[in-house]
């Protein structure tokens, strides 16, 4: 079975540029995550879609960062514009069901903001 | 809220025996625990439920004290592949979110 693919693994922008970063899911898994982890922290949850609903987006900062997962399966997270800060890890991770199902992860796109 | 993690960092020897805490300030309801090599994907290695068993995941094996609102992970025998850095995600009661702690970073020396 494949896991959580993301792409692309690293990324390297100047600041104030725009960047987009894609994550399919494991087939069948409801539930999607968007994470950040900054080096040497836990991943932080940005946003969780529960199908192709938002159901927890409390910790997205909305004016620069969006998410979209169309028609609940694949899912791209953009920032625009990115800031120097934004540099950090982006995980993406899928569960089966919807509430304290084991989440797994794919391997993360590195940003490097300049 | 973020779970507290103890010790930060673990030197061993391979065949050595280490033990990482994971500690709530609010009740839980589930713990989870991941393991996370250098630029890759967390793993996922088990989950406790409150009022679970304690599990066990080969040499690696965990506990749940609901009295204390923490996690132990317990790591005997290790092994050089077990090296990495171990994150335990706490869910509380009548919350759907995972909030990780900020990570044991474990080092097996041969």
């Known amino acids: 079975e494949a896991g959580v693919v993301q792409s692309p693994r690293y990324k390297i922008i100047e600041k104030k540029q725009p960047v987009a970063f894609w994550c399919n899911p494991i087939?069948?898994?409801?539930?999607l995550y968007w994470y950040l982890q900054n080096l040497g922290q836990g991943p932080e949850l940005l946003i969780r879609?529960?199908?192709?609903?938002?159901?927890?987006d409390s910790q997205l900062p909305k004016d620069r960062f969006s998410a979209e997962r169309l028609k609940g399966v694949d899912s791209t997270l953009k920032i625009q514009p990115a800031e120097l800060g934004d540099s950090a890890v982006y995980l993406c991770?899928?569960?089966?069901?919807?509430?304290?199902?084991?989440?797994?992860f794919g391997p993360g796109t590195r940003l490097t903001v300049l | 809220q973020q779970p507290v993690q103890s010790p930060q960092a673990v030197i061993l020897r391979e065949g050595e025996d280490a033990v990482i805490n994971c500690s709530s300030s609010?009740?839980?309801?589930?713990v989870h625990w991941y393991r996370q090599k250098h630029g890759e994907a967390p793993v996922f290695l088990m989950i406790l439920l409150k009022g679970g068993e304690q599990k066990g995941h080969e040499k690696i094996s965990a506990s749940f004290n609901e009295k204390k609102q923490q996690s132990s992970l317990y790591l005997t025998a290790s092994q050089l592949s077990y090296s990495g850095t171990y994150f335990c995600g706490t869910r509380l009661g009548g919350t759907d979110k995972l909030i990780f702690g900020t990570g044991t970073r474990l080092q097996v020396f041969p």
């Open positions: 991770a899928s569960s089966l069901g919807y509430t304290g199902d084991t989440q797994y």
């Open positions: 879609y529960e199908n192709e609903e938002a159901v927890d």
């Open positions: 609010k009740a839980l309801y589930s």
């Open positions: 087939s069948g898994h409801n539930t």
